[in-house]
């Protein structure tokens, strides 16, 4: 019976100790990505105007951005790849193929930026606004350091606003649909705001003038989407 008794407790022990151990795996390992998915806008084509018209936002949207989506796919497929979070593929990019770099960041970027935008005037947050402070002197220094960022990048790229493993704001701008996330940049860290000065973006109502089509992008950042990327970067 001693024996018995003694079986059953060390057999429980033993479960205990091994559900504990999946819990931690399952916590460190979440496995909640279900597959790189085409995203849907939550506004309208035209739901930024004046800022950003209709059929720029249409045809950047469903030919520009879902060109980076498919060749991405294809070029994946096949490869484990298909079931990788970008985060994890840009963390080793230097491995992989110029179509999956070129196609992977501009799925990414720019799902990014579409949701770093809003029809909706939408105040900073307190807490992000004094992290950029802290950060970058004054909100105005930050915002001429981003917009020099965006106007001085040549040809095509981005501007980006990113947290570095120090967990401290930084501007940088990456060439062609390359991103901080990625092995092959030098100001590396995790995105909280991007900007797309590809001519795409911005041609068919601003012509040549980036200037003002960067001027208009502080009118419709959604400063809430961004503050969360922010708190999810720190961690």
């Known amino acids: 019976m001693k024996l018995k008794g003694y079986l059953k407790k ?40 004046p800022y950003i018209d209709a059929q720029t936002m249409e045809i950047h949207y469903t030919k520009h951005h879902k060109a980076y989506y498919t060749n991405f796919m294809t070029a994946a497929e096949g490869t484990d790849l298909l079931k990788t979070p970008l985060e994890q593929i840009f963390a080793n990019i230097s491995k992989q193929s110029a ?17 770093n935008l809003t029809p909706t005037k939408i105040e900073i947050p307190a807490s992000l606004k004094s992290a950029i402070e802290k950060d970058f002197g004054s909100f105005d220094a930050f915002k001429e350091l981003f917009t020099k960022a965006a106007m001085t990048r040549f040809g095509s790229g ?69 503050n969360d990327r922010y708190k999810a970067a720190k961690k």
Request: aromatic share 18%.
């Open 158 to 226: 981005w501007a980006w606003l990113s947290v570095d493993k120090n967990g401290k704001l930084f501007v940088s701008s990456t060439a062609n649909q390359d991103n901080p996330l990625m092995d092959v940049v030098e100001e590396r860290g995790t995105p909280v705001l991007g900007l797309d000065v590809w001519e795409h973006a911005y041609y068919l109502k601003y012509q040549n003038k980036r200037a003002d089509y960067v001027t208009i992008f502080w009118n419709i950042i959604d400063w809430n989407v961004v």
């Open 99 to 115: 179509t999956i770099r070129n196609n992977g960041g501009g799925f990414y970027n720019h799902n990014l930026f579409w949701e």
């Open 10 to 49: 060390s057999f429980g022990t033993a479960m205990i100790i091994f559900f504990a151990s999946t819990l931690v795996i399952t916590a460190s390992n979440p496995g909640n990505f279900e597959g790189h998915k085409f995203p849907e806008l939550k506004y309208a084509y035209n739901a930024l105007e």
